[in-house]
């Protein structure tokens, strides 16, 4: 017992460390702990609404276009599980709809943390057992602590607060714990434990498909393994094999039946019916490219490729200097992707576990005590490849292979810690140093990457938030004697560029951030999107239709419409785009019409009444333009472009 605490709080010290630095960065700068994430934190809290209601499928303003239209019905692609989280929440309020995302991802981040700590102690506990716990122990526990929670991707995570970081977080926080259990069987099996790690894996595959799978194919390995007598050999042989195998098929029956409902098959999504797929021309090609589907080994080169890369890394602009490549990932062959983010990889987010990972596997291919966690390695490897086989490039894939790595980078210390602990002390100091320094780099590249995706990249992010950090990126270039950098001018805007680089449109019509795929507004005006209105509704409601906006005129024309019930629509030339309902408001609202382009040329209208979504739609967009209101809007005040003002000035 004296040594497992000694362990204990070494490891609970480098979570601390880990757990501040996450939750820093998760925060934004901002002590609301549960902010408004809009409709892209809110997909968890619609499914769990229709839970309690005894359905999956989910009103379809609230999916949006994420939605997948299947039989009349609107479902997500999210699993149960972290809508069966909220469920305590919601049965008794309706006031944090959409707002449980920011602590959801703190409880992630902290069962990620403790998983971890138990996966190390279960795996010394494996391949040293009885060795009493020194200093390098401690530290190895205190360090690899730091090293998953901020050294790697999960710190990136840490950076946007939504539903798509939120699944990959609890993801591997699952599949670790899951792991964590099998070390523990394997180092003494019992029917009550195999049940704990089935109901993990279970919980896993329910929330991340690609986590989930590589507990199951790890639970048939080790089945594999019992019944071939290669492990287990205390245990009664056959009843050990089959209590693993049925607990890894149930977890994955689990999810296949939940699949059945929405989708009417056992695996994969039927992208082809998702709301996004019927107007994104891109996605269409990509569908029309791959047989109406994302999912394929074509794309395995191009993934893998940009997973493994040494040098998936680039500069910023300004301040935080670190950031994404500055280069698309490059395409192997000729497959349709239908997103290609600079993303970064592996080797540059989690240098010291892929590391400390290749002295794993060979480590664990030596020692025949550590033999059957090769069977865990192969698992969590061919559960996390299946993020590769989607025609989709993004840093935040990465969190798939955060428990393949971690597994890989505890079983490598175990086997280099007596060896490094035999050293003199000049050379054990020098280990201990170069492997700081190694989290130390996870934390700069992964805290810089998410501080840049918060600050300036996420489409969730406000524009006043964007605003200001330019201002403070300017301020910190003005302390270093640095003139602006990165920036860029024209009268319509260019091919997107490097991840952070500005671009001033017109004369200061707005200011705007290259983002992975298009250019974010930093600054906007009139001129580039952004219209404020002050409308008087009548006290009794609206008792007709009546056009509330138009922008443009003929094929290119958009019109917001407004009407009784407290109604709303957005029409084209076309027809209807979108509808929605006007929340409540006084005699004046406040309305905001914005014009953002979600891909290159496809532009989608938002309708905000007093700071709250009414309605989205894609429509056409001419930035030039005139705006024509009925009688009862009139155009508000909108403050100057001071952020771009400053930035050409500085620029002289």
């Not at 054990?428 to 934390?443: D, F, H, N, Q």
Request: net charge positive; proline share 7%.
């Amino acid at each position: 017992m004296p040594e497992r605490r000694a362990f204990a709080l070494a490891a609970a010290a480098g979570s601390l460390v880990a757990f501040v630095l996450d939750v820093l960065l998760l925060s934004g700068g901002h002590l609301d702990a549960f902010p408004d994430t809009g409709l892209t934190g809110g997909f968890y809290d619609a499914q769990g609404r229709a839970m309690l209601d005894g359905r999956l499928a989910v009103d379809p303003a609230a999916a949006g276009l994420e939605g997948f239209v299947s039989n009349g019905n609107t479902y997500l692609y999210f699993g149960p599980v972290l809508s069966l989280l909220r469920l305590p929440v919601l049965a008794v309020t309706h006031g944090l709809d959409g707002r449980l995302t920011l602590m959801s991802m703190v409880l992630g981040f902290a069962v990620l943390l403790a998983a971890a700590a138990c996966l190390h102690w279960q795996v010394r506990q494996l391949a040293r057992p009885g060795t009493p716990v020194g200093r390098p122990d401690g530290f190895a526990a205190f360090l690899m602590q730091v090293a998953v929670g901020a050294g790697a991707v999960p710190l990136f995570l840490a950076g946007s607060v939504v539903v798509y970081h939120e699944t990959e977080l609890w993801g591997a926080a699952l599949a670790v714990a899951a792991l964590a259990v099998m070390v523990k069987l394997v180092r003494g099996a019992s029917l009550r434990w195999v049940a704990v790690a089935g109901l993990l894996v279970a919980l896993a595959i329910n929330t991340r498909v690609p986590a989930g799978l590589g507990g199951v194919l790890a639970l048939l390995g080790l089945a594999a393994l019992a019944a071939t007598g290669l492990a287990f050999r205390d245990a009664p042989r056959m009843r050990t094999a089959a209590a693993l195998a049925a607990a890894g098929l149930v977890a994955l029956g689990s999810s296949a039946a939940v699949n059945m409902v929405k989708f009417h098959t056992p695996f994969g999504i039927p992208l082809d019916k998702q709301v996004f797929s019927t107007f994104d021309a891109n996605r269409q090609a990509a569908l029309a490219d791959n047989g109406g589907s994302l999912f394929g080994v074509r794309y395995v080169p191009t993934t893998l490729l940009q997973a493994v890369r040494p040098d998936a890394i680039g500069t910023t602009r300004s301040f935080p200097y670190v950031g994404f490549p500055r280069e698309p990932p490059a395409v192997v062959g000729s497959p349709r992707f239908d997103t290609l983010e600079r993303s970064l990889s592996a080797p540059t987010s989690m240098t010291l576990l892929v590391l400390l990972t290749l002295a794993g596997l060979v480590a664990a291919a030596r020692a025949p005590v550590l033999r059957p966690l090769l069977v865990l390695l192969a698992g969590s490897a061919a559960g996390g490849a299946l993020s590769l086989t989607i025609a989709y490039v993004t840093t935040r894939y990465l969190a798939d292979f955060v428990p393949l790595l971690l597994l890989g980078a505890l079983i490598g210390t175990q086997a280099l810690l007596p060896r490094v602990a035999a050293l003199r002390r000049g050379p054990r100091l020098a280990w201990a140093a170069v492997a700081t320094v190694l989290v130390l780099a996870g934390i700069v590249v992964n805290g810089s990457a998410g501080l840049v995706t918060q600050r300036l990249l996420a489409a969730t992010t406000p524009e006043a938030d964007r605003a200001s950090f330019v201002l403070f990126q300017d301020r910190v270039d003005r302390a270093l004697g640095r003139s602006p950098h990165g920036v860029g001018r024209g009268a319509e805007l260019p091919a997107v560029g490097v991840p952070g680089d500005l671009f001033v449109l017109g004369d200061c019509d707005g200011l705007y951030v290259s983002g992975h795929r298009e250019w974010i507004p930093v600054e906007r005006t009139p001129r580039s999107g952004v219209h404020r209105l002050r409308v008087r509704f009548p006290a009794g409601g609206l008792r007709r239709a009546e056009r509330l906006a138009t922008l443009g005129a003929g094929r290119g024309r958009a019109t917001v419409v407004v009407g009784p019930g407290r109604s709303v629509a957005v029409r084209t030339a076309r027809g209807v785009s979108g509808r929605g309902t006007l929340p409540p408001t006084g005699p004046v609202a406040d309305v905001r019409l914005t014009f953002d382009e979600l891909r290159r040329g496809r532009y989608f209208l938002s309708v905000r009444v007093d700071g709250r979504d009414a309605v989205t739609a894609p429509v056409p967009y001419d930035r030039l333009a005139p705006l024509r209101l009925s009688g009862r809007a009139r155009p508000a005040a909108t403050a100057p472009p001071a952020v771009c003002r400053r930035i050409l000035q500085r620029l002289g």
